[in-house]
């Protein structure tokens, strides 16, 4: 199957800075997806991505879809202490496989 | 309720005994995924039901692992002759149709000793 590389693998930042994150292939992706997962909870989807070039905002999240559509990008603007969690990109699995490819994710902890 | 549950949140059992999982996706939605997640590391794909087609099985780790689900309603992920490696948190996802973005379960916790 395809693989996700994330970067960085974990991010040290204090309360209001604005927090950049991305997510690279080897082979090309149709779809870029971006998870956020808290402790003991399951991945929750904050934005999807469907078209090369496209760039989606949900509140201070911004994504974009690269135009290689082997990579993408999440930003988070002025963050506060409830972003702290560890986003996923994804995508399809390939390979025939119907199921997402996740990456390692990255580790975003806040301090105030 | 509004969103994929799963139970038990947590399973502690003994290496060698089987365990059964189970999901019950968003209603509505066709589409089923289990997948896994080991301590630290991203999600790692299961298998696949889509309505009434044959799952997607391409994801299954080894012969002891088997789900099955009824229509497109409750799913049960079954592990028998548990291993330690198979300690995980093994989540569930569900979505409208294929190739649509996927709501996921709070997961089950597999604690093999």
């Known amino acids: 199957g395809q693989q996700l590389n994330q970067s960085p693998q974990s991010m040290f930042i204090q309360e209001g800075e604005d927090v950049s994150m991305n997510c690279t292939s080897s082979?090309?992706?149709?779809?870029w997806l971006w998870y956020k997962q808290d402790p003991g909870e399951g991945p929750v989807l904050l934005i999807a991505?469907?078209?090369?070039?496209e760039l989606t905002s949900n509140g201070r999240l911004t994504a974009q879809f690269g135009i290689t559509r082997k990579d993408s990008f999440l930003n988070i603007s002025a963050s506060i202490p409830s972003d702290v969690g560890i986003y996923f990109c994804?995508?399809?699995?390939?390979?025939?496989?119907?199921?997402?490819?996740f990456g390692k994710g990255t580790h975003l902890i806040i301090q105030p | 309720g509004a969103g994929v549950s799963q139970s038990p949140s947590n399973k502690v059992t003994e290496k060698g005994k089987d365990v059964e999982l189970r999901c019950d996706p968003i209603?509505?939605?066709?589409?089923l995924y289990w997948y896994r997640q080991r301590l630290g590391q991203g999600l790692e794909f299961l298998i696949y039901?889509?309505?009434?087609?044959?799952?997607?099985k391409s994801g299954l780790p080894s012969d002891r692992f088997s789900a099955e689900r009824t229509g497109e309603s409750v799913s049960t992920l079954t592990i028998q002759r548990t291993q330690q490696e198979d300690s995980a948190v093994y989540l569930c996802?569900?979505?409208?149709?294929?190739?649509?973005?996927?709501?996921f379960g709070p997961g089950t916790r597999l604690t093999v000793l």
């Open positions: 991505l469907y078209k090369a070039g």
């Open positions: 209603s509505g939605h066709t589409a």
């Open positions: 039901f889509q309505g009434n087609s044959a799952p997607d």
């Open positions: 994804a995508g399809p699995a390939g390979g025939g496989a119907d199921g997402l490819t």
């Open positions: 996802a569900s979505s409208l149709w294929t190739g649509l973005p996927q709501y």
């Open positions: 082979s090309i992706f149709n779809t």
